[in-house]
């Protein structure tokens, strides 16, 4: 067998990641424009865009007024017209200013106009808690948007993905959301210094074990590893950790596959738990997976409150690794 | 649809295919009606009657390369775009003969041959799609123009101010097509309107705004015409007021409590078909023959499209799910 090259890998952070796949793209595609709210002059609400105004040029790189319904609205119609957008939304809250375009016609003109016109639209917003961002910049509505029909969701979680996931969704026909989790810009990761596009279909084992499945995504996979790390340390539980990547369609084989072999599962989703993804997830373990379960599917999520501003109550109303080792316990059967 | 736009002086065919494609428009709707009534049709049915002199004449302005959006009352300006009436009526009976396999009715309405991108019936809501199709074009370097029908009614949406304010900041081809008829559903413009002369509106956007007869077929096809040169040209984007009005009610589910009768009485004494046909008359253009000729023309291409709607098929319910996504 001939041995691998291997490229050298270098230290990035996700933000870094996520503006190397927009110059990428940018480079590759001459259809690809970003769009968005202080994408240029400011660099980005989160810096992810800084430098790339001066590199490609205010025709690539389109600073637009306060409007998300008619920016978002204007990748629909642009994507129509053969480009291929990219269109930042500076955090999840304020999308919903431009749910009417995502919903009312990203996700239903292929199928209402019997299949005449694709939307090759991609959309990109931060997401999440943590930052003590207080109610109206932290809330978690992935799980919203998954709902939809027509919609393709997905979450990087680590550097590689957030380096290679932009570029495969500019290559999807359909509109793509990505979300970006707002404590994850400044994390810190190897990534090949050839590292490229990623596929968006199959969830991620990022941590192999036997005895629990823990199913997350997003700003709360490190969470879940620090838990697995601290179960193996100090309970010798052996936590299997998945990261779901996409999470529609959601990779429901992946889970189930895991879930029979560990016969346990904790599903850790920082959205709310009335009516959310993690309540979808544990419904399809229960139809794919009831009779190889050891225990009922537990859920770690977020209280039912508006994400506060005070450090001490954010914090305590997220999941974090010890409400996640405490779940973990309950389905070992270990209460404490 | 003229491949060419109108350029003044216009033929006597020309004007005589001004008043076919309103009666065209008038005759589909009126059969729309019965079908209505006979189970045919069902949803939502929003007519136009009354309000065709606006997407015939103004789409003469557009050449098949532009791109047309519409709202939920939008036979009309398919027909007008060059939908066959049979393709149109087959969307109307749910038919997979329809141009959305039945998927749309009466409210989606798509065609990407003729670049008609819907059909939309989010009050608003397609006008950031004319922005960004718009957008399309003036990176894409070609010389295009989008025009966009929507009510009164979306001149009080959010989306309205956004868009104008987009397509005029970036100085996009974008013709914005407003059909006046007063009445959003129930609510009467001054009801609705802080200021009730929209065309003024446009200034708050730097935008040359105009209102224009809507009732005269003429008039708007010669103020369409002009804007869109304008707006082709890289003049950036203008805003046409067409005042009009529908003699219907609003959709077939719709009591008009809230409009005298006699209003509507009045608003039909400046027909814009009957006015038209008395135009070309006096100016020596229409004969009885000739007007018998076209009414009689204009039957049988409705009388066709409706027993092809009748013997279309259905889309099977295994392809329900089929375009959800582009297939990959
Ligand atoms: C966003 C939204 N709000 C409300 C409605 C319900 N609705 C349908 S048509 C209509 C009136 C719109 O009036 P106008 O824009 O003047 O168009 P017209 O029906 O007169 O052609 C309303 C309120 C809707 N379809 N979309
Ligand atoms: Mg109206």
Known sequence: ?336 | MSTQPATAPATAAHRLELLRQMLRIRRFEEKCAELYSAGKIRGFLHLYIGEEAVAAGALQALTADDAVLATYREHGHALVRGMAADVLMAEMFGKAQGCCRGRGGSMHLFDGALRFYGGSAIVGGGLPLAVGLALADTLQHRARVTACFFGDGAVAEGEFHEAMNLASLWKLPVLFLCENNLYAMGTRIERAQAQTDLARKAAAYAMPGKTVDGMDVEAVEAAAVRAAAHVRNGGGPIFLEFRTYRYRAHSMFDAELYRDKREVEEWKTRDPIATFDARLRLEGVLTDETRAALDRAVEKEMDEAVRFADAGTLEPIEDLTKDVYTPR
């Open chain 1, 1 to 336: 067998m001939a041995t691998e090259v291997r490229a050298p890998v270098r230290t990035v952070t996700y933000r870094e990641a996520l503006r190397d796949a927009h110059r990428e793209a940018l480079q590759r595609d001459p259809r690809v424009f970003l769009m968005g709210e202080d994408v240029g002059r400011y660099g980005g609400s989160y810096a992810v865009s800084k430098g790339l105004l001066e590199e490609f040029g205010p025709d690539r790189i389109r600073d637009t007024p306060l409007s998300e319904s008619t920016f978002v609205g204007a990748g629909i119609g642009a994507a129509l017209g053969g480009m291929r957008p990219i269109v930042e939304v500076m955090t999840v809250n304020f999308s919903l200013l431009a749910l009417d375009q995502i919903v009312n016609n990203a996700a239903t003109i292929r199928h209402m106009s019997g299949g005449q016109f694709s939307v090759p639209l991609v959309i990109r917003m931060a997401t999440g808690a943590g930052k003590q961002l207080a109610a109206q910049h932290a809330h978690s509505f992935e799980g919203w948007y998954a709902h939809i029909p027509g919609l393709r969701i997905v979450a990087p979680a680590t550097v590689e993905d957030a380096r290679g996931m932009l570029w495969t969704a500019l290559e999807d026909p359909d509109p793509v959301i990505i979300f970006e989790h707002q404590t994850l810009y400044n994390m810190e990761g190897p990534l090949a210094a050839d590292a490229g596009a990623v596929d968006l279909d199959r969830a991620a084992v990022r941590r192999q074990g036997r005895d629990v499945s823990l199913v997350t995504y997003g700003g709360s996979l490190g969470k879940a590893l620090q838990a697995a790390d601290q179960l193996a340390a100090g309970d010798g539980i052996d936590a299997e950790v998945i990261d779901l990547r996409t999470l529609r369609p959601l990779d429901t084989a992946t889970i189930l596959a895991s879930v029979r072999r560990t016969r346990r599962a904790v599903i850790v989703d920082e959205g709310w738990r009335s009516g959310g993804l993690s309540a979808e997830i544990s419904a399809r373990i229960m139809e794919g997976a009831f009779y190889d379960l050891d225990a009922p599917v537990a859920r770690v999520c977020t209280a039912e409150v508006p994400i506060p501003y005070a450090k001490h109550l954010e914090d305590a109303a997220l999941p974090q690794a010890a409400t996640i080792v405490d779940a973990v316990r309950g389905v070992m059967g270990q209460h404490a």
